[in-house]
């Protein structure tokens, strides 16, 4: 079936490093993506979208950075906390048909060690 | 504002049982989507509805289904549980218009035996 990023790897990092979560989607003809944060025994927590029109975008310590010539996202972490330890899944949107449907990837889970 | 809610948090049932989730959403959201979450094939998109009409479904089996009250609450209904059917199940909830942002509920632990 459709499918956004088959893999679950696992990313480690030392508290106050910069993280960098990629995510490779398969439809070129999404539109809008987004990442969401999965903490254990909660719902996912939206983090930061961007639309297709645009290659980068920035929130508070994250960066989103969508390369579409290679259907690649990925989300950048600033200074990363403990409390930033979660499982973070990329999600798209198709351009027809989809409407609010989100095709989620299998998620990375981001391990932040003190 | 509160959030999305989901009843109940967790629900054992027995296969051949049916069971039914309810999900409210945010005050003022129209549209509700459902999502089953398992290890093995991860997040998967159920169904979405707005203005209590179906408008988007995803490739579960017609065991599957939902609707949606005038209130935008939602519920979804699985007939005759199989093992295979437990996960956790999500609801988000958003305006209503493409591309606007879905937030989502604690989810709904489902256990079948």
């Known amino acids: 079936g459709e499918s956004v990023g088959l893999h679950l790897p696992t990313l480690s990092v030392q508290e106050g490093d910069n993280s960098i979560i990629n995510c490779a989607y398969s439809?070129?003809?999404?539109?809008?993506f987004i990442w969401y944060k999965q903490e254990s025994g909660k719902g996912p927590q939206f983090i930061i979208d961007?639309?297709?029109?645009?290659d980068k975008r920035q929130g508070q310590r994250v960066t989103v950075l969508l390369n579409k010539t290679v259907k690649h996202l990925s989300l950048q972490i600033a200074a990363t906390q403990p409390g930033d330890s979660a499982v973070y899944f990329c999600?798209?949107?198709?351009?027809?048909?989809?409407?609010?449907?989100?095709?989620f990837g299998a998620g990375t889970r981001l391990a932040v060690h003190p | 504002k509160a959030g999305v809610t989901q009843t109940p948090r967790y629900l054992i049932k027995t296969r051949g049982q049916q069971v039914t989730l309810s999900c409210s959403p945010i005050?003022?959201?129209?549209?509700v989507s459902w999502y089953q979450q398992t290890p093995g094939q991860g997040l998967q998109f159920l169904f979405e509805?707005?203005?209590?009409?179906?408008?988007n479904k995803g490739n579960f089996p017609g065991r599957f289904s939902g609707r949606q009250f005038s209130n935008s609450r939602s519920e979804m209904n699985v007939s005759t549980l199989e093992l295979g059917d437990s996960a956790l199940y999500l609801c988000?909830?958003?305006?209503?218009?493409?591309?606007?942002?879905?937030?989502f509920g604690p989810g709904t632990r489902l256990t079948v035996l």
């Open positions: 999600a798209e949107t198709p351009a027809s048909g989809g409407y609010n449907k989100l095709i």
């Open positions: 961007i639309r297709s029109n645009m």
């Open positions: 005050s003022g959201h129209r549209s």
């Open positions: 988000a909830s958003s305006l209503g218009k493409r591309r606007d942002t879905q937030y």
């Open positions: 509805y707005f203005s209590e009409t179906q408008r």
């Open positions: 439809n070129s003809a999404s539109d809008y």
